[in-house]
């Protein structure tokens, strides 16, 4: 009988590597078309992605503790990664816009400030114009009672629920978690928030899912409350990129990225410019080094 479930699960997790990797494929095609052909990232994640069926397909050996911890997703290489990279600010904007539009709904951003985006995905007129778009109610008035206004910059994103009873009520019993630093609190935090957004798929033959709940390798047990929410045009981009699913899945990891590391290009900025400053100071000819030596051997002492 264990011989036979072991078969069984192999069987499955093959199944499954046949498929998991098709949407995140597509997203590669269709990304060439839309990027700069000389674009050394784009090259990359198309190598990645060729490579993602045979990867999965390596993986077919069932583990004791997979269906409990979730299939390991594949490590995508993120444009923002590298040593001095920065991130994608046209990719931040499009995922602000999946973030509003898709996720907003249920998950809400605490951490995050309408100001935040200013510079970063945004003017200072648009970041104030998307505030404007939602009602806050404030402090009491003169008259001690509370009022509703127009958000403004200094106001955080809006919280979908009142409360976390509300947000079970509305969710089956699950509470969806706050996105601020989300990429941060899950373990290969983007890899595992793209694969798990673009991970749906049907159960394998002889897997049931409880009703209300979605098959999802990536999820741990593999059934999640959340439905499959990125669909191919979900949203309409303003600057006419294909909101494709695997787009959208990109586009929305790069915005929850940012916001978990908002002072990462800054940090870069600062750690490059000390690793610099020996490196040049190493590679200067010996020339120039012993004739500052020579011109300050010759500056007079204080006093003399």
């Known amino acids: 009988m264990v011989g036979g479930g072991v078969i069984q699960q192999i069987l499955r997790r093959k ?12 997203w590669f095609s269709s ?9 050394s990232g784009v090259r990359a994640f198309a190598l990645l992605g060729a490579g993602v069926t045979g990867l999965l397909s390596f993986s077919t050996v069932a583990s004791a503790d997979e269906a409990e911890h979730g299939l390991a997703c594949p490590d995508y290489p993120w444009p923002h990664d590298g040593i001095l990279s920065s991130y994608d600010h046209a990719s931040i904007r499009r995922g602000h816009q999946v973030y509003q539009q898709v996720c907003a709904s249920c998950h809400s951003m ?4 309408y100001r935040d985006l200013v510079g970063v995905a945004y003017t200072e007129e648009e970041a104030k114009a998307i505030a404007a778009e939602i009602e806050v109610v ?7 009672e509370m009022f509703t206004r127009p958000g403004k910059l200094s106001d955080r994103l809006p919280q979908p629920y009142a409360n976390e009873s509300a947000a079970r009520f509305a969710n089956g019993g699950a509470y969806p978690p706050d996105l601020s630093l989300i990429t941060k609190a899950r373990h290969n935090g983007q890899n595992y928030v793209f694969a798990l957004l673009t991970g749906y798929r049907d159960p394998p033959a002889g897997i049931s899912i409880r ?3 979605h098959y999802n390798p990536y999820f741990p047990g593999g059934a999640i409350a959340m439905p499959k929410m990125l669909n191919d ?3 309409e981009y303003e600057d006419g990129v294909p909101a494709t699913e695997a787009q959208m899945g990109k586009d929305v990891v790069s915005f929850l990225s940012w916001a ?16 610099d400053i020996p490196t040049i100071a190493g590679s200067a000819p010996s020339s120039v080094l012993q004739a500052t030596e020579m011109v300050g051997s010759q500056v007079p002492e204080a006093g003399s």
């Open 233 to 235: 045009e979900a949203v």
């Open 260 to 275: 978990a590391e908002p002072e990462m290009e800054e940090r870069k900025l600062v750690d490059g410019f000390q690793v």
């Open 110 to 113: 605490s951490l995050i400030s």
């Open 211 to 213: 009703e209300g709940l």
């Open 31 to 39: 990304k060439k078309a839309h990027v700069d052909a000389g674009s």
């Open 138 to 144: 404030d402090a009491p008035n003169d008259e001690g």
């Open 15 to 26: 199944l499954h590597s046949q498929s998991v990797a098709t949407p995140v494929l597509s």
